[in-house]
């Protein structure tokens, strides 16, 4: 007799369904700007990356706080260019880790 209903053995797995996808897509077009602006992946190279980018996310979260939407330069909201500066040191982070 076949079966009825299909079998996927995902408990435990990360459910990425969770992310919010629009405000994801706010990071990426920072991270377009960014490359635009410098060059792919520019910020591996940058010196004293996790403080200078700790101070750029903080910059971006009192600009926010202060009610300032969106950043002058790229139009794209405070609250996203701070996110990107986070993920940058944690993924400096995650790949220190690995070497």
């Known amino acids: 007799m076949a079966e009825t209903s299909g079998v996927k053995h995902d408990t435990g ?24 602006k410098y060059s792919r992946d520019n910020w591996r190279r940058v010196e004293g990356l996790e403080t200078r980018y700790l101070s750029a996310a903080l910059r971006h979260i009192a600009a926010h706080a202060r009610g300032e939407t969106a950043d002058s330069e790229s139009e794209l909201p405070h609250l996203a260019h701070a996110i990107t500066s986070l993920l940058f040191v944690l993924e400096n982070r995650i790949e220190e880790k690995h070497q």
């Open 13 to 36: 797995k990360p459910e990425w369904a969770y992310l919010q996808w629009n405000a994801l897509e706010l990071v990426v077009l920072v991270q377009d700007y960014g490359a635009a």
